[in-house]
């Protein structure tokens, strides 16, 4: 067994703090909003929450354009309000993980705005940087995540900077070893201000080929998108060069030595690469990359049994002592219950998803919301703010729908949200599912959420236990957790439909969990609609 460490068997509940609560009546979540709700996440029985960038940012990118890595963005605070914010969750029992975006800078960074000036200045070569092709094109064909070209031209220097995002989030260069050395410095200075860990977007992209070589193309037959419209030319290449360099490993290995300066703070990184499972068990490698890290593999519209035991089983094949996290939502993808759901709505499903992601091996991240069981918001195109949906619309309308704010009271304006109009419209159907409505109903999504927290917490075969696939009925998730102090045996539905299912001997039913009290007979149980079943061997 791997050393028992908070992290290993934690819930992250990420907030996307723009979209939590308005304090200050701007119509944007803030800092003081998540001050103000902690209590309710304290609530949720969750371990540590994962917080979207707040830092300063022109927004482009909605934070995750950062201008300067150690200041608060003034529509969510300052720094003030996130060091109560740290001292707040940890009288909570809270911990607190920060966004930390280390592969691109805003094009408003005072280091990208000296590093366009010329090529000879201090940081003429802390970003990527090529001279254009002879027919003065870009120097190659690496594509941009959110369509089009990966390069952009600048007059002042005559060559062409690197973006793998939006052309206003240049790439820095980690072939330069100042640029690692600032950005672990960088990294230190919210170790100093007492945060429990980093979740580490796009941690693969840090390096690309010092070649440039060309991607090579993708046969219509592959391309398949992970976080990406699968119309997007994104998926025409394999993206063997302008990411996930083996490079990335030995700077992986320094951030983990500078973390280790810290107990208990955890690095958490975001993994999307051509093959995403194998890099995921190649930077948890051992103890000495990150802690764990999670991929795009369950955030996609595939919602059956078979695809959940393949997706884990290959991990669990190629991961030797990692340590994986896993996600089925979060602010980049369509809410899980629209996703799963089939349009359909469902009282049980989101009981059955949030109880089957927090059963497998690993951590957990659970995105603000999936507690309600919200389904994606349909944000009409005038009112779009997503640059990457309203770029591919109406083929694919963007993150919007996904990062609507929270609805905390069902009757009030915006939804208990704030004072005035959100900058994403709160739409009536989550109203009617709203945090005030769930609390009062003890069999709710809400309150089913809470029970299984604090019962998952008293399993420690669940939190830290191996796992073991076990063939079962169709479209039936069945699989055994082993810890030498505890086994248990967990099967979930994923029919619309009943089902009865056959189980080991000497299985005994567990209650408590807040799913159906089901009673084993002849060696088997019936489970309801996207019923819950856990026994003890």
């Not at 998952?456 to 939190?463: E, S």
Request: glycine share 8%; net charge negative; hydrophobic share 35%.
């Amino acid at each position: 067994m791997v050393q028992d460490n908070w992290w290993q068997g934690a819930v992250i509940y990420q907030v996307y703090p723009r979209s939590l609560y308005d304090t200050n009546g701007d119509g944007i979540g803030d800092i003081a909003g998540i001050i103000e709700k902690m209590d309710y996440i304290a609530s949720l029985g969750v371990d540590a929450i994962w917080v979207s960038p707040f830092f300063k940012s022109p927004m482009k990118d909605f934070g995750y354009d950062i201008s300067d890595y150690r200041d608060i963005d003034p529509i969510f605070g300052t720094l003030k309000d996130f060091d109560d914010l740290i001292e707040c969750a940890h009288s909570a029992g809270v911990k607190v993980i920060i966004d930390q975006v280390l592969s691109h800078t805003s094009d408003q960074h005072a280091w990208f705005q000296e590093s366009r000036q010329s090529r000879d200045n201090d940081k003429s070569d802390w970003y990527v940087w090529a001279d254009a092709n002879e027919d003065g094109g870009p120097p190659n064909n690496w594509l941009s995540i959110f369509g089009g070209g990966a390069w952009q031209w600048e007059p002042r220097r005559g060559q062409y900077f690197l973006h793998n995002f939006l052309d206003s989030q240049p790439d820095l260069n980690y072939h330069n070893p100042d640029v690692q050395q600032q950005m672990l410095e960088e990294v230190e200075f919210w170790l100093k201000r007492g945060v429990d860990g980093l979740r580490l977007d796009a941690i693969n992209f840090c390096f690309h080929d010092a070649q440039l070589r060309d991607n090579p193309p993708k046969p219509p037959q592959e391309r398949q998108g992970r976080g990406f419209s699968e119309d997007n030319p994104y998926a025409f290449q394999y993206h063997y060069y302008n990411n996930t360099q083996p490079e990335n490993l030995a700077f992986l290995e320094r951030l983990r030595q500078r973390l280790n300066r810290y107990p208990g703070a955890v690095a958490l990184g975001e993994i999307s690469s051509e093959d995403s499972l194998a890099t995921m068990a190649e930077y948890t490698e051992g103890d000495h990359r990150l802690h764990t890290a999670y991929s795009f593999e369950l955030l996609v519209d595939d919602f059956s049994a078979d695809y959940i035991r393949s997706t884990v089983e290959t991990l669990e094949r190629r991961m030797e002592g990692g340590w994986p996290c896993w996600a089925v939502g979060n602010h980049d993808v369509a809410r899980v219950m629209s996703r799963w759901g089939n349009g359909q709505h469902s009282e049980q499903l989101p009981k059955m998803i949030n109880a089957m992601l927090g059963s497998l091996r690993g951590a957990v991240c659970s995105y603000q919301g999936e507690e309600l069981g919200l389904p994606e918001a349909e944000i009409p195109f005038e009112q779009l703010q997503d640059p990457y949906g309203i770029a591919f619309w109406p083929n694919f309308k963007g993150r919007d729908g996904c990062r609507t704010p929270l609805p905390w009271q069902s009757g009030e304006t915006n939804g208990g949200f704030g004072t005035t109009a959100p900058w994403l419209p709160v739409p009536q159907s989550h109203r009617e599912i709203a945090v005030d409505v769930q609390d009062s109903q003890p069999d709710s999504t809400l309150n089913h959420y809470r029970q299984f927290q604090r019962w998952r917490k008293q399993q420690i075969a669940l939190r830290l236990g191996d796992i073991e696939f076990m063939d079962s009925a169709d479209n039936v998730l069945m699989f055994l957790r082993r810890h030498p102090e505890q086994q248990v045996l967990a099967c979930f539905n994923f029919n619309n439909s009943a089902i009865r299912v056959e189980l080991p001997a000497a299985v005994k039913s567990m209650t408590g969990h807040g799913g159906y009290e089901l009673t084993v007979e002849n060696a088997g149980v019936q489970l309801p609609p996207f019923g819950i079943f856990f026994g003890t061997l």
